[in-house]
């Protein structure tokens, strides 16, 4: 069969590496896809978020299933798009609905839903230009730290931690006032700190019955020892020590099970990835946020530990047959570190030629995942701030992130950037 995957970074080439291991894929194609991508399919010049040029391309290629990596497509109504015209609606689109993607496109939306399904989670309130002076008064009821979320996708910089109440109306006011993440954040969900570890739940659902996907932690901050500012992920590990049998058991029972229930309740579509993330707060699981799709950078971490053949997996989605697939997973620890370009999260420059990955390219312990590339030349360059997902199998964490750490020495570009500690709370 004929798949094409929509997306550019690190999560769609670690979907185009374990797709194209499928014998049901006759032909992958990735739009836009990367200088990885490339070498498991073919890259096709159009943006996930063009359904017009989506729609003109799967016609002519016959493609049989479509499935989608970053959440924008999916916000947007990509998979509505298809059931919405009789010529594609026969073709599966992996993803929610649009009106299951509000799960991620509205913090507001997520917070009412786990509030009606008893979902646990942090204390909120919601705030917007019409009540603000209401939300000012809110923040002097708070206890310190307090969390500010924009409302909308803001490219995941959207949410704040203030350290005094005096820093969060400041934030308020930046976000609702001065339009600091734009109309992401002209209303605020405000909610309490919750004290924890932090770490992350994935499920793949045809909307009925459910498979959890192993667990993964990120490392969110740039700098060594979890400092600096947030990024995308500078890496990820799986699985998560501290997630035992029974800390699984209350994930399962308290918030996988309502989050479907809940879906089914009211009448939403949801035939693909949730991306539950999770604060474990003295042994209880507290959702901080849902995704309506897969995480990067860990799903290079949970992809490489999943046996079953994906499109098998995506397939039982569509089909609404998830329920009857065992899902196998490799017993080994996972660790990617990424490879980000000097400067980021900040400004950084594009272009410089990356040196050494044909130095890896045979290892069997170790795999590279472009997330920020581009052949340019017959060279391999820089396209993005985060540049490479390094990912190595390991018997525990350590070993793993060794590995990557070990293999990341054979490459080089201008100014590369790269934390040497992920993982290290569990070394």
């Known amino acids: ?38 070498r498991c399919g073919e890259n096709v010049s159009i943006s996930a978020t063009d359904f017009a040029a989506i729609e003109k391309f799967v016609t002519e290629n016959d493609i049989h299933l479509v499935a989608v990596g970053p959440e924008d497509p999916l916000v947007k109504g990509i998979y509505d798009y298809f059931i919405a015209r009789p010529h594609l609606s026969s073709i599966p689109v992996i993803g929610p609905s649009q009106k299951g993607a509000m799960l991620e496109g509205s913090k507001d939306f997520a917070k009412q839903f786990m509030k009606k399904y008893h979902i646990p989670t942090a204390a909120y309130r919601t ?104 990024t995308g992920g500078m890496g990820c590990i799986s699985p998560v020590p501290f997630a035992d049998a029974a800390i699984m058991r209350r994930v399962e029972d308290r918030i996988v099970r309502p989050t479907i229930s ?34 990067d950078p860990e799903t290079e971490v949970v992809f490489p530990r999943i046996k079953n053949d994906l499109v098998e997996l995506l397939l039982a989605v569509a089909h609404e047959q998830i329920g009857s697939i065992t899902l196998q997973t490799d017993e080994r620890a996972t660790a990617t570190v990424i490879v980000a370009s000097g400067g ?62 070990e293999a990341i020495a054979h490459i080089h570009f201008e100014g590369m950037y790269y934390r040497r500690d992920i993982g290290y709370e569990f070394r």
């Open 262 to 295: 809940g879906l089914q309740q009211e009448g939403i579509v949801y035939k693909g990835f949730l991306y539950i993330g999770l604060m474990n707060v003295a042994g209880d699981p507290y959702v901080i946020e849902y995704n309506c799709r897969m995480g």
């Open 127 to 230: 705030f917007d230009a019409a009540n603000l002076p209401e939300g000012l008064r809110f923040i002097d009821e708070q206890t310190p730290p307090i969390v500010l979320k924009a409302d909308g996708l803001a490219a995941g910089k959207g949410v704040l931690i203030c350290a005094t109440r005096e820093e969060a109306k400041d934030a308020l006011r930046d976000m609702i006032e001065n339009a600091k993440f734009g109309s992401a954040g002209a209303r605020v969900v405000i909610e309490q700190f919750l004290k924890g570890i932090e770490f992350s739940v994935f499920v793949l659902t045809d909307g009925k019955s459910y498979a959890i996907l192993p667990t993964a932690k990120d490392y969110k901050r740039i700098g060594e020892g979890d400092t600096g500012l947030n």
């Open 1 to 38: 069969m004929n798949i094409l995957l929509l997306g550019s970074g690190g999560r769609e080439h670690a979907f185009a590496w374990k797709i194209s291991q499928s014998p049901r894929c006759t032909k992958l194609f990735i739009a836009p896809g990367n200088a990885g991508t490339a």
């Open 344 to 405: 980021y999260p900040g400004d950084y420059a594009k272009g410089k030629v990356i040196h050494g990955l044909e130095h890896l390219a045979l290892r069997s312990d170790t795999i590279v995942f472009h997330a920020g590339t581009k052949d340019e030349n017959h060279h391999i360059v820089t396209n993005g701030g985060r540049v490479l997902a390094v990912t190595s199998y390991g018997k525990s964490i350590q070993e793993a992130v060794a590995r990557s750490n």
